[in-house]
């Protein structure tokens, strides 16, 4: 077993199909995380969204708080410091965060659960820089899924059709720089997350750690170039485990690097809200029987999580 999370070269999807998809459904398997370099996004858009996310986080509070949809579960807008909770957690996590989702007609069926995006006037560019790289990373997010559908025996545009108009959320998150000596020094509670994959872009710290299979929390600091891809439960209960949904944690970098704010943005990728999770055939066997013999769909198990992390 490793002892180190892999980073891959995702362009040789395109020169040797077979050979990454081996080592990327293996990377996953074991560790429910990777990085994936050489992913096309500009390096320029990622800092300039990073530029307009920093200028919306600092803000005075009250303008801030306009943009916080009450009754909305955070699906949109702002969500104030010290809301989210993660599953079991006695301590809310310690950031503020914006949402935004997908841009979709206002007649379209799925209106009455993805509501529209808001944008904060006050920062003319976060509307083009965050609607750019949601598009971006729901592409990327995109590839990665053909990857693992080959990998598990499925079709490679098996996820296309289930992904077009996902409920998936860009998540900009601002953890403040952390001074009283009596907070809890983990920023985000140990947790899985919710949908298929997360995406997660240029985050500005180091913090990040996975839960190794030997129960060690093995740090994850991705290279400038690399954006790191986790599973998340949705995909964990779709394949029945074969892809592991890891628990992971932000925690507060020692020395004077813990006293600096750190800025993060996942892209959470999910299906579309009619899409029934349901164990794939391919991913039952004998040594490994079906754990979910009840379907549910995207959006009722999005409710549930939501109200866990109360967030709803």
């Given at each position: 077993?490793?002892?180190?999370?892999?980073?891959?070269?995702?362009?040789?999807?395109?020169?040797?199909?077979?050979?990454?998809?081996?080592?990327?459904?293996?990377?996953?398997?074991?560790?429910?995380?990777?990085?994936?370099?050489?992913?096309?996004?500009?390096?320029?858009?990622?800092?300039?969204?990073?530029?307009?996310?920093k200028?919306?986080?600092?803000?005075?509070?009250?303008?801030?708080?306009?943009?916080?949809?009450?009754?909305?579960?955070g699906?949109?807008?702002?969500?104030?410091?010290?809301?989210?909770?993660?599953?079991?957690?006695?301590?809310?996590?310690?950031?503020?965060?914006?949402?935004?989702?997908?841009?979709?007609?206002?007649?379209?069926?799925?209106?009455?659960?993805?509501?529209?995006?808001?944008?904060?006037?006050?920062?003319?560019?976060?509307?083009?820089?965050?609607?750019?790289?949601?598009?971006?990373?729901?592409?990327?997010?995109?590839?990665?899924?053909?990857?693992?559908?080959l990998?598990?025996?499925?079709?490679?545009?098996f996820?296309?059709?289930?992904?077009?108009?996902?409920?998936?959320?860009?998540?900009?998150?601002?953890?403040?720089?952390?001074?009283?000596?009596?907070?809890?020094?983990?920023?985000?509670?140990?947790?899985?997350?919710?949908?298929?994959?997360?995406?997660?872009?240029g985050?500005?710290?180091?913090?990040?750690?996975?839960?190794?299979?030997?129960?060690?929390?093995?740090?994850?600091?991705?290279?400038?170039?690399?954006?790191?891809?986790?599973?998340?439960?949705?995909?964990?209960?779709?394949?029945?485990?074969?892809?592991?949904?890891?628990?992971?944690?932000?925690?507060?970098?020692?020395?004077?690097?813990?006293?600096?704010?750190?800025?993060?943005?996942?892209?959470?990728?999910?299906?579309?809200?009619?899409?029934?999770?349901?164990?794939?055939?391919?991913?039952?066997?004998?040594?490994?029987?079906?754990?979910?013999?009840?379907?549910?769909?995207?959006?009722?198990?999005?409710?549930e999580?939501?109200?866990?992390?109360?967030?709803?």
């Amino acid at each position: 077993m490793s002892t180190v999370i892999p980073t891959l070269d995702i362009r040789r999807y395109d020169s040797d199909r077979n050979g990454f998809v081996a080592e990327l459904g293996a990377a996953y398997r074991e560790w429910g995380f990777a990085g994936i370099r050489n992913h096309g996004i500009p390096q320029a858009d990622i800092d300039g969204a990073y530029a307009a996310f920093k200028a919306f986080f600092a803000l005075p509070t009250e303008v801030k708080m306009r943009y916080h949809l009450a009754g909305g579960g955070g699906a949109r807008g702002y969500t104030p410091f010290g809301v989210e909770t993660a599953k079991g957690s006695q301590y809310p996590d310690l950031k503020e965060f914006w949402h935004i989702g997908r841009e979709i007609p206002r007649d379209s069926r799925y209106a009455q659960v993805m509501a529209p995006n808001v944008w904060p006037a006050e920062v003319p560019e976060f509307h083009a820089r965050g609607h750019g790289l949601f598009q971006a990373l729901d592409a990327l997010g995109s590839r990665v899924l053909r990857a693992l559908a080959l990998h598990i025996g499925l079709a490679e545009n098996f996820f296309d059709d289930k992904t077009d108009c996902g409920n998936s959320i860009l998540r900009p998150i601002h953890y403040p720089p952390i001074t009283a000596p009596e907070v809890p020094n983990v920023r985000s509670g140990a947790h899985e997350d919710i949908n298929l994959i997360t995406l997660l872009v240029g985050a500005s710290a180091q913090g990040l750690q996975v839960l190794s299979r030997k129960g060690e929390w093995v740090p994850f600091t991705a290279d400038a170039d690399t954006i790191v891809v986790n599973i998340g439960d949705m995909l964990q209960r779709l394949t029945n485990h074969v892809y592991p949904s890891t628990t992971h944690r932000v925690v507060n970098p020692p020395g004077a690097a813990g006293r600096e704010p750190r800025y993060s943005v996942p892209f959470f990728l999910h299906p579309n809200p009619d899409f029934i999770i349901d164990a794939l055939p391919s991913c039952i066997s004998a040594d490994n029987p079906n754990r979910y013999p009840q379907a549910i769909s995207s959006h009722d198990y999005l409710q549930e999580r939501l109200r866990e992390i109360k967030l709803i």
